[in-house]
Protein backbone atom coordinates (compact mmCIF):
# COMPACT_ATOMS: atom_id res chain seq x y z
CA UNK A 1 0.00 0.00 0.00
CA UNK A 2 3.10 2.52 1.15
CA UNK A 3 4.48 2.45 -2.86
CA UNK A 4 1.14 1.80 -4.35
CA UNK A 5 -0.31 5.11 -3.20
CA UNK A 6 3.11 6.58 -2.31
CA UNK A 7 2.25 7.34 0.88
CA UNK A 8 5.66 8.55 1.75
CA UNK A 9 6.66 10.83 -1.15
CA UNK A 10 6.95 14.41 -1.32
CA UNK A 11 4.66 15.73 -3.81
CA UNK A 12 6.51 18.11 -6.64
CA UNK A 13 5.78 21.23 -4.81
CA UNK A 14 8.08 20.01 -1.85
CA UNK A 15 10.42 18.61 -4.81
CA UNK A 16 11.00 22.08 -6.05
CA UNK A 17 11.12 23.99 -2.41
CA UNK A 18 14.40 20.64 -1.69
CA UNK A 19 15.87 22.05 -5.28
CA UNK A 20 15.13 25.79 -4.03
CA UNK A 21 17.01 25.03 -0.56
CA UNK A 22 13.97 26.72 1.01
CA UNK A 23 13.14 23.37 3.34
CA UNK A 24 13.76 23.21 6.71
CA UNK A 25 16.97 21.00 7.64
CA UNK A 26 14.73 18.00 9.15
CA UNK A 27 12.12 17.83 5.51
CA UNK A 28 15.63 18.16 3.76
CA UNK A 29 17.00 15.37 4.84
CA UNK A 30 13.75 13.20 4.83
CA UNK A 31 13.49 13.89 0.79
CA UNK A 32 17.62 13.67 0.46
CA UNK A 33 17.10 10.52 2.58
CA UNK A 34 13.96 9.06 0.14
CA UNK A 35 15.73 10.12 -2.95
CA UNK A 36 18.94 8.95 -2.37
CA UNK A 37 18.51 5.69 0.33
CA UNK A 38 15.29 4.30 -0.39
CA UNK A 39 15.91 5.33 -4.14
CA UNK A 40 11.83 5.81 -4.78
CA UNK A 41 12.24 6.10 -8.49
CA UNK A 42 9.04 7.81 -9.15
CA UNK A 43 10.43 10.98 -6.95
CA UNK A 44 13.70 10.34 -8.50
CA UNK A 45 11.81 10.91 -11.93
CA UNK A 46 10.24 14.09 -10.84
CA UNK A 47 13.79 15.42 -9.02
CA UNK A 48 15.00 14.77 -12.62
CA UNK A 49 12.07 16.58 -14.27
CA UNK A 50 12.22 19.69 -12.06
CA UNK A 51 16.00 19.99 -12.20
CA UNK A 52 17.03 19.78 -15.65
CA UNK A 53 15.31 22.84 -16.58
CA UNK A 54 17.91 24.93 -15.32
CA UNK A 55 20.92 23.34 -16.94
CA UNK A 56 18.74 23.55 -20.47
CA UNK A 57 17.74 27.30 -20.01
CA UNK A 58 21.46 27.84 -18.67
CA UNK A 59 23.02 26.14 -22.04
CA UNK A 60 20.25 28.37 -24.33
CA UNK A 61 20.87 31.60 -22.32
CA UNK A 62 24.22 30.91 -22.91
CA UNK A 63 24.26 30.46 -26.56
CA UNK A 64 21.57 33.29 -26.81
CA UNK A 65 24.20 35.38 -25.66
CA UNK A 66 27.08 34.27 -27.52
CA UNK A 67 24.58 34.65 -31.06
CA UNK A 68 23.55 38.14 -29.88
CA UNK A 69 27.24 39.30 -29.10
CA UNK A 70 28.37 37.92 -32.21
CA UNK A 71 25.55 39.34 -34.26
CA UNK A 72 26.46 42.89 -32.85
CA UNK A 73 30.09 42.35 -33.80
CA UNK A 74 29.06 41.50 -37.10
CA UNK A 75 26.99 44.71 -37.24
CA UNK A 76 29.97 47.18 -35.57
CA UNK A 77 32.56 45.75 -38.26
CA UNK A 78 30.05 46.97 -41.47
CA UNK A 79 30.63 50.24 -40.06
CA UNK A 80 34.34 50.36 -40.40
Not at 31 to 42: A, K, N, P, S
Not at 45 to 59: I, K, T
Amino acid sequence: IWRRHRLSCPDRQQLGSYLLGVLDNDHASYIRFHLDQIGCRFCQANYADLDAPAEVCQATISRWRVDYLRSWKERLAWYD
